[in-house]
């Protein structure tokens, strides 16, 4: 059985979690508060940890912060729903997606089960690595390099970046990201595509003469090729544009 590690003050919930998600094949192991459950997470013993914000002695977001700075084991944050700043914060540390309370047990076993697809891979990866200008995926190793450089990405950046990729040039719209990728449907006003994508770009830099991923306004982004970027001006003189 797969473990899953809950981290909520509210044992009545836990114990609900642990009764729907069992006859699922997982092993749900329940933790109260901030720190046994930050411990508990870096020991690596979890296929997924479900993380609630508001804990007792250190909050759910300073456990994921920290989780973060040494693992990147998949987290699924539970906020108060509304709270849209608790989710956003919640992405942006790292977390690889969010529900709000309350919430219905089958969606949190789909979107469960969403994460684990994407952190595990599919069961036979393809072998053909992808490469875009200075960046290469290897969808097998499940690694990606910039320049030669090992980059680190959260499943959901990985996923979301080979989907990219492997449409370099041509747009994705949001909701072929979200159903791809998160394993939904892409629901108005929900930032995760967005944040997302936000940390990939710090992550991948610029491809020096332009954005690496375009946002296409109210349709979704573009992961541009070298040759879709502009040259870059051989005039010697600063300040001075190319004479056309």
């Known amino acids: ?90 992405l942006e540390i790292g977390a690889d997606d969010y529900l709000p309370k309350p919430f219905n047990p089958r969606e949190l076993l789909a979107r469960i089960r969403a994460i684990l697809r994407r952190s595990q891979g599919p069961a036979s990866p393809p072998l053909d690595r992808i490469t875009v200008g200075d960046v290469e995926l ?22 979301m970046l080979e989907a990219l990729m492997r449409a370099a040039g041509q747009v994705v719209t949001r909701d072929q990201l979200a159903q791809s990728v998160l394993g939904r449907k892409f629901m108005p006003y929900d930032r995760s595509i967005d944040m997302h994508v936000s940390k990939l770009r710090k992550k991948l830099g610029d491809s020096g003469d332009s954005e690496r991923i375009k946002t296409i306004r109210g349709v979704g982004y573009v992961f541009t090729r070298p040759s879709d970027n502009p040259s870059r001006p051989t005039a010697s003189l600063p300040g001075k544009e190319e004479e056309r």
């Open 1 to 90: 059985m797969e473990r899953v590690l809950i981290v909520d003050d509210d044992v009545e919930l836990c114990e609900l979690v642990a009764e729907y998600l069992t006859p699922e094949g997982f092993e749900v192991e329940a933790v109260h508060n901030g720190e046994q459950g930050l411990k508990r997470a870096l020991a690596g013993e979890h296929v997924i940890v479900i993380l609630d914000v508001m804990l007792p002695g250190i909050s759910g977001l300073e456990v994921l912060r920290r989780l973060r700075a040494e693992s990147r084991a998949p987290v699924l944050i539970l906020t108060a729903r509304g709270d849209d700043v608790e989710r956003i914060v919640g």
């Open 138 to 159: 290897d969808p097998a190793a499940r690694t990606v390099r910039r320049a030669g450089d090992a980059v680190e990405l959260t499943s959901v950046e990985f996923g």
